[in-house]
């Protein structure tokens, strides 16, 4: 057949889920032409747990674990996106040693996410040196998140009216520490990466998502700030104690795989300049029961005998997963709000009264009980705007639960960043969205 006699013609690929690169969670359609993607769907829903169905059939404080598993790997951020809502709703307010401790650990949990991201983006494209360098220094936050929270990446940190405990004394000291090694494994990163021949060709001018599409598809985050618009719900729509830091809002002019990689790095180094300006600011507050405490579980033997007498007049110390619920920090660290806030620990172990009320604020059919009404509150989540829409009628869970899931809209617009462009593209495009299905799918 004659070279101009030949046909042209287009065949449909599935890409996933079983693609090591989908990651078991998202299925591409795409028609090709020889190597070039004509046209691109993806089909989600492979990781769908019911989020908001289960919200609206747990009591308000019982939703906050379910909270961690949206983006479980910056899941602080998402428990204080919910709490802040059902906060709204029910008329708290947070004492501001919380808040402060609410951004910091938000902001440590976007480093992780950051991380995460550019690593794994850099090792499906071949590097595993630079992704070996950040996931070791997101070992290092994960140890600092674990002393705070008694957990690494399930953290179920942030409570409705505060957060579960005050830090431990040596906290700030620990996390400037794992900065340095952050500092240095992103240094590292940067030079294996930004010049490196192989992955410039595989992100610059790959992957290009307009302004005006960007904007019509309601995408937000490190996506549409590579885009050049400087969009960040901290600077638009101040919430906690943002609007007293100083940080910028790094942004791109692209619109492609290698602004993305570069706004994510920029927004690590004003991550951790937040958080060092939280830990100068803190105000003033106990942080750990004195040497003389009794422990916690011998104080709850003591008050399962009866023996309580003396134990309402004794610190308690407990154990590190419950660290900093005793009453010398809960001031600093709790709203005032008997109604919807656990009781400090000496009285949950001490007396049947502050056993009852512990009790009344977690099980079914007791707990919160906000006035009717409906409250939205928006956070920047790692991958842009995560927002939770509460509705109560008055009872003790809500009514109905509806996530804003930063993921959903980033991979709406995946389809305009893959046409036109190599089956080999697709990775590399994909990779730099940072999609995390138990957000997407929730």
Known sequence: MSQDRRESRSYMLNMGPAHP????????????????????????????RAFEKHAENDPWNNVIPWTDRLNYVSPLINNAG???????????????????????????????DHLTCVGANAMELGSFTAFLYLIQAREELYRCIDALCGARVTTSYTRVGGVKGDM??????????????????????????????????????????????????GITGPMLRSTGVPYDV????????????????????????????????????????????CFAQLPAGPIQAPDDAMPGSKMADLGKHGKTAELL?????????????ARCGRDSVMADAPASTLPPKEETYGSIEGLMRHFEIIMWGRGITPPAGEAYVAVEGGNGELGFHVVSDGKDRAWRVRVRPPCFFNMAGLHKMLEGGAVADVVATFGSINMIAGELDR
């Open 313 to 325: 007049d004794t610190a308690a110390a407990v154990d590190p997963v419950l660290e900093g619920g």
């Open 168 to 217: 431990p004394a040596d906290w700030p000291a620990m996390v400037r520490a794992a900065f340095e090694k952050v500092r240095s494994a992103v240094k590292d990163a940067d030079g294996l990466l930004t010049k490196n021949r192989i992955f410039v060709d595989r992100t610059r001018g790959v992957g290009i998502l307009s302004k005006e599409t960007a904007l019509a598809y």
């Open 21 to 48: 690169a989908m990651h078991g969670v998202v299925r591409l359609v795409l028609k090709l032409e020889g190597e070039r993607v004509l046209q691109s769907e993806a089909e989600i829903g492979y990781l769908h």
């Open 82 to 112: 919910y709490c802040m809502a059902v906060e709204k709703l029910a008329k708290i307010a947070v004492p501001e040693r919380a808040q402060y401790l609410r951004v910091a650990s938000s902001e440590i949990s976007r480093i992780t």
């Open 234 to 277: 901290r600077r638009a729509e101040p919430y906690l104690v943002y609007d007293r830091l100083d940080f910028e809002v790094p942004v791109g002019m692209a619109g492609d795989n290698f602004d993305r990689y570069l706004v994510r790095l920029a927004e690590i180094d004003q991550s951790m300049r937040i958080v060092e300006q």
